[in-house]
């Protein structure tokens, strides 16, 4: 389901359509990703299984948060790690969404995650 754009920002349009360009990802951030969505796809798992708990509040936004196609990553470097940010998207019908994401520090040499911290 396409999201209305009517109420972005030509900051906010712009975004998204760059997020709908071919993306051209280095080895060392394909590696640095996966060790960081091996940890953050527990995170994935626990949301499914909010999503069917009787006692959770917002069911349709736990099944939304335990795909990870719903989740926009950002890699960026440092001389000596590279940073992963997983954070929800703002494509589709559900957005924006405060929380839910995630923040990985990678070690470069060793690929060993330094530091991780979760939004709520």
């Known amino acids: 389901m396409k999201r209305d754009t009517s109420d972005l920002t030509p900051a906010q349009a712009a975004y998204l359509e760059k997020l709908n360009q071919p993306v051209l990802l280095r ?3 394909f590696r640095a990703t ?3 969505y091996d940890d953050f796809s527990h995170n994935l798992r626990r949301n499914a ?5 009787p006692e959770t509040q917002n069911k349709p936004l736990a099944e939304w ?3 990870i ?6 890699v960026s470097q440092t001389k000596d790690s590279f940073i992963l940010d997983f954070r929800p ?3 589709g019908s559900f957005g924006p969404v405060f929380g839910g994401g995630a923040r990985y520090v990678v070690d470069r040499i060793s690929f060993k995650i330094t530091s991780r911290t979760f939004s709520k």
């Open 69 to 74: 196609e719903d989740f926009d990553i950002d």
């Open 89 to 91: 998207t703002v494509r």
């Open 27 to 29: 080895g060392d951030y």
């Open 34 to 36: 996966m060790v960081a």
């Open 49 to 53: 299984e909010a999503a069917t708990l």
């Open 65 to 67: 948060l335990s795909k």
